[in-house]
Every structure is written in structure tokens, then in C-alpha cells.
């Protein structure tokens, strides 16, 4: 079922004014597989569960919410967030309810093997900004907007980059995802000064994500969020692995329908609760925007 939005220009500075603490967090890494769209579709849940509206946009290619959120696999390039980058961008996200079993405000536009179409516009002058552009001339409702960022550092993520408020990062305590940070910050830094962005998106914190009980991971769960934090960035409780998340990934619900009583939802209430206080516009412990 499908549910198209389409947002009048005349009514863009009404809702504006109602949609001054739109957050727009970015879940974004210098490597695959460490949670992002894990994340991204749980902490939709959670934040939609309390009563807030929240879109979820695929930006990835490979399309993962599709299998994650149980939709089709293959929606029209126009239904898709490729059309925002087509250049004939009109307004009209197409928003998928998705759980509306369980919540009846989580939305998805889709994402999907259309965006490899759209890499070269993209790349064109401006291609960035468009994600941007079109938030502003088409104004979304939404409290929380989501972006599910591939995890290769190109045009997709930097227009993510432009548009966001907030950046989230995952990642895994071995030696290839911390690397893989250590990149996402240079290119954060490379990207904000390249682009020149007058509003740059401030770190909401860091996350470890699918720590296991081997040796390696232990040790840099432990050495990994002082580091970031003696840097200025918050650093989430970390998620440890636990089958539930396939589990839950393969039934094609949140871990909460999953098991309303898992381990890890402590841990994502943590972030929820960050994401919460952005969204009612609250003030909250230090969130770096890259010492500017
Ligand atoms: N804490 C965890 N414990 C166990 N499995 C997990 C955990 N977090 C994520 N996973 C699993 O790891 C796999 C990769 O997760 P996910 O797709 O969310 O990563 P991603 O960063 O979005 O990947 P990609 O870079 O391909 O987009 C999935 O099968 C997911 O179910
Ligand atoms: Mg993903």
C-alpha cells in the first residue's frame, strides 16, 4: 500500500514553522555490515512507537529495508529515493507505511537498485544538494527523518551529508570498522569544507555495534569510546550480538515485536532517548560538529 505526498509550495511556509525540530539523522560508516540499517529500522520503531511521525529513507542501492521492513523488492524508479536525485523531482515521496500492525506512524520511502541510475547526475555540480533542495521546496511533516546511507563514502552519503542535522555511526570493534571510522571522519571533514555548508550536521555520538565476546573485540570496546570521547564525541552503550536481530530481521519485524523483552533494546533506548530530546527540542550533553 501506497501513500504519496505531495507538498504544495503555498503551504511550505506553514509547515516550516511546524517543522522547526525536524531532526535528520544520517546513519553513515566508512564500512559495510556494521548496523546501519539495523539501526535505522529499529530506532524508527522505537521513535514511532512513543507517537512520533518517521520517515525512513532508504538511500542504499542494495535496498536492505525492503527485506528488513518485508516490502517489495522492486517499486517503480519513481517510487523510490531515487526520484529525488532524477532531476524531476515534483514532491511526490512515495511513503510506504510499514508495521502499521504495530505503529501507524513509520513510513518508508524506498530505496533500491534504481539509485545506480541517478550516480551521475549526482555527481554533476549542485548533484549533492538535492536531497537537500527538495526537503526545503517540499517540506515533510515527519518528526524524525531517517537516512540509511550505503557504506561506500560517495555522492549518496555526501548529499546525506547536506541534509542532515545529525550523524549516527556503528560501527564494530575490529580493526577494519575502526579504520573505516577513522576514514568516515577525514572524508566528514574533506566533504564539509569541499561543499562549504553553512549548516553542518552535528554528531549525534558513536555506537559499537554486534560486539562479540572474542578477544579483540572486548579489548577495543574498552579502548575505543574514551578515545572518541576525549575527542568530543558522545559514545553510545554498545550493542552486543545477539541472534535476535537476524532473527528478527528474517520474521521481517523490529526486535521489539521480536521479543518485547531483549537485551539489546536497552541499548537502542539509549539512543532513542538522545534522538527524543532533539526531536522535543531539548538540550542535551555536548553533540560535536567537528570542533567548527
Ligand atoms: N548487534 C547485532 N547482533 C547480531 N547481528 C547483527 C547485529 N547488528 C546487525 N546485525 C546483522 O548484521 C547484518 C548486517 O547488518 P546491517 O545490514 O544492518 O548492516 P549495514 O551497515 O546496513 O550493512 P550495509 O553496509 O551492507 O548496508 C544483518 O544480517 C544484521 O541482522
Ligand atoms: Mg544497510
Redesign the pocket.
Known amino acids: 500500500m501506497y501513500r504519496s505526498t505531495t507538498v504544495q509550495n503555498l503551504c511550505s511556509s506553514i509547515i516550516n514553522t511546524a517543522m522547526s525540530k525536524q531532526m535528520r539523522l544520517a546513519i553513515m560508516?566508512g564500512a559495510?555490515?556494521?548496523?546501519?540499517?539495523?539501526?535505522a529500522v529499529n530506532l524508527g520503531y522505537e521513535v514511532a512507537r512513543l507517537g512520533y511521525k518517521v520517515a525512513i529513507f532508504d538511500l542504499?542501492p542494495?535496498g536492505?529495508i525492503n527485506v528488513a521492513c518485508r516490502l517489495n523488492k522492486t517499486p517503480a524508479p519513481k517510487a523510490t529515493t531515487a526520484w529525488i536525485y532524477s532531476g524531476f523531482f515534483d514532491g511526490t515521496y512515495t511513503l510506504t507505511p510499514v508495521w502499521e500492525k504495530y505503529v501507524n506512524t513509520l513510513e518508508v520511502f524506498q530505496g533500491g537498485s534504481a539509485l545506480f541510475k541517478i550516480m551521475s547526475s549526482l555527481a554533476q555540480p549542485g548533484g549533492c544538494n538535492l536531497l537537500k533542495e527538495a526537503l526545503t521546496e517540499y517540506p515533510l511533516p515527519h518528526d524524525l527523518i531517517i537516512f540509511?546511507c550505503?557504506?561506500t563514502l560517495e555522492h549518496i552519503p555526501k548529499s546525506a551529508l547536506v541534509a542532515a542535522t545529525h550523524l549516527l555511526v556503528?560501527l564494530m570493534p575490529d580493526a577494519k570498522a575502526v579504520d573505516g571510522t577513522r576514514v568516515l571522519l577525514d572524508w566528514y571533514g574533506a566533504s564539509i569544507q569541499e561543499l562549504q555548508l553553512i549548516s553542518q550536521p552535528s554528531f549525534l555520538g558513536f555506537v559499537i555495534?554486534?560486539m562479540e565476546d572474542g578477544a579483540e573485540h572486548q579489548r577495543l570496546s574498552k579502548e575505543l569510546p574514551p578515545r572518541y570521547e576525549a575527542r568530543g564525541y558522545h559514545v553510545f552503550p554498545p550493542?552486543?550480538?545477539?541472534?535476535g536481530?537476524?532473527n528478527a530481521?528474517s520474521e521481517g519485524v523490529p526486535l521489539r515485536v521480536h521479543r518485547s523483552t531483549h537485551a539489546?533494546l536497552k541499548p537502542i533506548e539509549a539512543i532513542t532517548g538522545a534522538i527524543l530530546k532533539v526531536v522535543k527540542g531539548e538540550k542535551r550533553g555536548k553533540t560535536k560538529s567537528n570542533g567548527r
Not at 559495510?32 to 539501526?39: E, F, N, P
Open positions: 560508516t559495510g555490515g556494521v548496523g546501519k540499517t539495523t539501526l542504499d542494495q536492505s540509511d550505503p557504506a556503528p555495534n554486534n550493542i552486543k550480538h545477539y541472534t536481530f537476524v530481521w539489546a
